[in-house]
């Protein structure tokens, strides 16, 4: 099962950030956090990932709360192009062949 | 090239046909994955290669026969497939290296019907 929670959807005018949510109150220590997400009958694609630290790159921010319990996907100005379903993920820190375990997802529409 | 081909992009089978799904990728990545996706449903895996050996098999019907031939390819064969087998299925390849886990990246899927 995901060891996951988010919410099942959310709307998001366009040019605004974007922020969505993920509970993740049983994470391990040596477990990362993904993000993926999938646009329609598109295969998923991967956003950041995070242990501890916060995390930036070219597509979104990710925040972790200190006790780990809890993240953050920022979109910082979300386009119609970011609505997709957003999977958070939580995986162990392993050599390469650690499956993914999708939870439900947030579907995210970025309105105009 | 940072890219995942499935061959082919739809396939309409009856219950008695064989066939076979392909994905390949020459990132040089040696774990490959298929997943399945009903509608409206999140992917859940169905096998895992490492170093073109099957690794893991989530207890998915015998009549979903995978096949890794070589480090680029995977296929998957079809055979006596029911309606409910009507999905998206998606191949994935990530690297096999210690420091993990590493993203995983996705092929654009074959969606199959089964008539």
């Known amino acids: 099962d995901a060891k996951t929670t988010q919410p099942p959807s959310m709307d998001c005018a366009e040019g605004r950030a974007a922020n969505l949510p993920c509970n993740h109150s049983t994470i391990s220590g040596n477990e990362y956090v993904y993000w993926y997400r999938q646009i329609h009958s598109q295969g998923p694609q991967y956003i950041i990932h995070?242990?501890?630290n916060n995390e930036t790159n070219e597509m979104a921010s990710l925040i972790i709360t200190e006790d780990r319990k809890s993240s953050t996907l920022i979109l910082p100005h979300a386009t119609l192009r970011d609505t997709a379903v957003y999977y958070c993920i939580v995986r162990v820190a392993s050599s390469g062949n650690t499956p993914l375990v999708f939870g439900k997802g947030t579907r995210l529409s970025v309105i105009a | 090239d940072t890219e995942v081909t499935q061959t082919p992009k739809h396939l309409v089978m009856g219950m008695t046909n064989k066939k076979s799904l392909k994905c390949e990728q020459h990132m040089g990545h040696r774990a490959m994955y298929w997943y399945k996706q009903k509608a409206k449903k999140p992917p859940e895996l169905m096998f895992v290669?490492?170093?073109?050996?099957?690794?893991i098999n989530e207890s998915v019907p015998s009549r979903f026969s995978p096949e890794c031939p070589n480090s680029s390819l995977l296929n998957l064969h079809l055979h006596a497939l029911q309606p409910e087998d009507s999905a998206l299925y998606l191949c994935a390849s990530s690297p096999q290296l210690a420091g993990g886990p590493h993203e995983q990246y996705f092929g654009p899927g074959t969606r199959l019907t089964v008539t």
């Open positions: 290669y490492s170093y073109e050996k099957l690794s």
């Open positions: 995070g242990l501890k």
